[in-house]
């Protein structure tokens, strides 16, 4: 009989987020490159599944990894978790937001106010209709009459 032995991964397994996190308040350049590699490796995946497809391909994930690892980063000092559970949490809050940022730095502002093929776009959005408030004035207008 014939033992066909499987390579033994050797690599270190990883610290949690937390312990990385304090081992970097305190000054460990080791520990915050090895957070900053966890946090990337974490935040890209969060990017490509969870939040491109909310956003309908108007934000590229890359774009976001590199924005949310940036805003968590620098906020780190101000992190008050205790645990992994609590820092994903807190991680996912900030690419939630980096991802609305972005979407509304890529998308134009329309004002209902613009003009749109000559009639105003809150004109057009109801079909040139009256508006609720308009057709209620008009009913108080008739019964004063």
């Known amino acids: 009989m014939v033992l066909i032995s499987r390579p033994v991964d050797k690599a270190l397994p990883m610290e949690s987020f937390c312990a990385l996190v304090e081992r970097t308040r305190h000054g460990d350049k080791q520990a915050e490159t090895a957070l ?55 991680i996912h809050e900030i690419l939630r937001h980096k991802a609305v940022d972005l979407v509304r730095k890529r998308r134009p502002a329309v004002s209902l106010d613009q003009s749109v093929a000559g009639q105003p776009l809150g004109m057009q959005i109801r079909g040139g209709e009256s508006t609720p408030s308009s057709l209620a004035i008009r009913q108080e207008r008739a019964k004063q009459l």
């Not at 969870?50 to 391909?57: E, H, L, V």
């Not at 690892?69 to 205790?82: A, E, H, R």
Request: glycine share 10%; net charge positive.
């Open 36 to 90: 900053h590699e966890q946090l990337l490796r974490y935040i890209r995946t969060l990017a490509k599944g969870q939040w491109i497809g909310a956003a309908n391909g108007d934000v590229d994930a890359s774009d976001l990894a590199q924005q949310t690892l940036l805003q968590v980063m620098k906020s780190i000092p101000g992190f008050l978790g205790s645990n992994d559970k609590q820092f994903k949490a807190w």
